[in-house]
């Protein structure tokens, strides 16, 4: 079963940065299309990013493109979300997991991330 720990949340004012890391375990991570979800305040997850294995092609939803650069590691089994050019608009948790996860999979503990404006 996928175990996964997400970190590197916190405060920060609009226009800042952020980076947050995930890492997995208890799959075989380099084969899988992992993802970067984002769940807001009173809002349902959504997938803002995911990275397809080799790490050469990603896909970003609208409201971060440009903004998000998602990347792994397939080596550590680590998956990285740096958040440049931060908005109110973007607090919320932010999970990792695989990207085609569902609400009944199993899910990490998420990272707090609050944009001041």
């Known amino acids: 079963q996928v175990q996964l720990v997400e970190s590197g949340g916190g405060l920060v004012q609009a226009g800042g940065s952020l980076r947050l890391s995930c890492a997995a375990s208890?799959?075989?991570?380099?084969?899988?299309?992992m993802g970067w979800f984002r769940q807001a305040p009173g809002s349902q997850r959504e997938l803002v990013a995911r990275?397809?294995?080799?790490?050469?092609?990603?896909n970003y939803a609208d409201s971060v493109k440009g903004r998000f650069t998602i990347s792994r590691d397939d080596a550590k089994n680590m998956v990285y979300l740096q958040m440049n050019s931060l908005k109110p608009e973007d607090t919320g948790v932010y999970y990792c997991?695989?990207?085609?996860?569902?609400?009944?999979?199993?899910w990490g503990q998420g990272t707090q991330v609050t944009v001041s404006s």
């Open positions: 990275i397809f294995s080799g790490g050469i092609t990603s």
């Open positions: 208890g799959i075989i991570f380099s084969t899988n299309i």
């Open positions: 997991n695989r990207a085609r996860a569902v609400a009944t999979d199993n």
